[in-house]
């Protein structure tokens, strides 16, 4: 099993910045990449940002390409999600999720952490 504990959100005005960590334990894998997603009440969850664990390769959802950033630190086996020019629209319950392998579209993850809200005030 793997655990992930995701930490750091909370309220800020529209155009300003948060940064969000998720710390995974537990068992690990080879070959694995992380993910983070979002969701607000009534839609279903949706992808932000994804990295691979091997070689570092990053992937963006359309709508926070350029705003948004994921990075992974391996030594603390930790992924950020970093977050600026933030908009009333961002808001969400942001969730990190883990799966082996690297990344594509569509991908069914594995684990979950149990949620960060993020509210940003327009």
């Known amino acids: 099993q793997v655990q992930l504990v995701e930490s750091g959100g909370g309220l800020v005005q529209a155009g300003g910045s948060l940064r969000l960590s998720c710390a995974a334990s537990?068992?690990?894998?080879?070959?694995?990449?992380m993910g983070w997603f979002r969701q607000t009440p009534g839609k279903e969850r949706e992808f932000v940002a994804a990295?691979?664990?091997?070689?570092?390769?990053?992937y963006y959802a359309g709508s926070v390409k350029g705003r948004f950033t994921i990075s992974r630190d391996k030594a603390k086996n930790t992924v950020c999600l970093q977050m600026t020019s933030l908009k009333p629209e961002d808001t969400a319950v942001y969730y990190c999720?883990?799966?082996?392998?690297?990344?594509?579209?569509?991908?069914?993850?594995?684990?979950w952490g149990q949620g960060t809200q993020v509210t940003v005030s327009s």
């Open positions: 999720a883990a799966k082996e392998g690297t990344y594509y579209p569509g991908a069914k993850y594995d684990y």
């Open positions: 537990g068992r690990t894998f080879g070959n694995y990449h």
């Open positions: 990295v691979n664990w091997i070689g570092g390769s990053t």
